[in-house]
């Protein structure tokens, strides 16, 4: 089957890091998405990744393995604001190309 | 800029009636639309992917009759929850892209959150 697994949750200070990870298993991959989403919000897209490696966009990067299905969203230099949820989401189902989400990842960061 | 503008951003309907949610994209053409359902839970699921001149694909578990869609343009999209119970209660997303130009962004309404009593 088809499925995006991410962690629940992720503490972390201000200044540091928080490195989101991602596992996916779809019948044909065609990019995986990660976008933000604060409580009471729509999600908001940051990234798109289709090649291995990472990718730098400054404040955050992202990086993708699609023989392990795995990617994830590095978060640097951390700020308050940055407490959000970070859903991973991969293209789709066979036939389709509707995003599949995971659950989302809680990113809490404190002072 | 790309917008998603989604309404009622909150509807309380009454077991066994229906609802009807609306989603109009501005500044970009809506080719595709998905529309996602986020429990309680924060579990996302995909309901339906309507692309303009083509037929809308339901996921398993959701159905026309239950959840029918209109896409009648490149800027509107409308789901209508039909008999709604307890078991439809969530946030309501639509994300919107144009998957001529860029496949892989979705742009989303700001949601319609269903509360069934």
């Known amino acids: 089957g088809q499925g995006v697994e991410q962690p629940d949750n992720l503490m972390s200070v201000e200044g540091t890091f928080a490195r989101v990870n991602c596992t996916y298993s779809?019948?044909?991959?065609?990019?995986l998405s990660w976008y933000q989403q604060r409580e009471g919000h729509a999600p908001v897209f940051l990234s798109y990744?289709?090649?291995?490696g990472l990718k730098d966009s400054g404040h955050f990067s992202t990086f993708l393995s699609r023989s392990n299905g795995y990617s994830y969203l590095l978060l640097t230099e951390l700020q308050i604001k940055d407490s959000a949820s970070y859903l991973c989401?991969?293209?789709?189902?066979?036939?389709?190309?509707?995003?599949?989400f995971g659950t989302g990842t809680t990113v809490s960061v404190s002072p | 800029g790309a917008l998603v503008y989604q309404y009622p951003r909150r509807t309380i309907c009454k077991s066994g009636t229906s609802m009807r949610m609306e989603c109009q994209a501005v500044?970009?053409?809506?080719?595709?639309v998905a529309w996602y359902r986020q429990s309680p839970q924060k579990t996302f699921e995909l309901i339906a992917l309507?692309?303009?001149?083509?037929?809308?694909?339901?996921e398993q578990n959701f159905t026309q009759e239950k959840f029918p869609i209109s896409h009648p343009n490149l800027s509107f999209s409308s789901m209508t929850v039909l008999n709604a119970y307890l078991e439809d209660r969530g946030l309501y997303l639509c994300?919107?892209?144009?998957?001529?130009?860029?496949?892989?962004?979705?742009?989303f309404g700001s949601g319609t959150r269903l509360t069934v009593l």
């Open positions: 989401a991969v293209r789709g189902y066979q036939g389709g190309r509707a995003l599949i």
């Open positions: 779809t019948s044909g991959f065609n990019g």
């Open positions: 990744v289709v090649l291995d």
């Open positions: 500044g970009f053409q809506a080719t595709s």
């Open positions: 309507s692309t303009v001149n083509s037929a809308i694909k339901y």
């Open positions: 994300g919107a892209g144009d998957w001529g130009t860029s496949a892989e962004t979705l742009y």
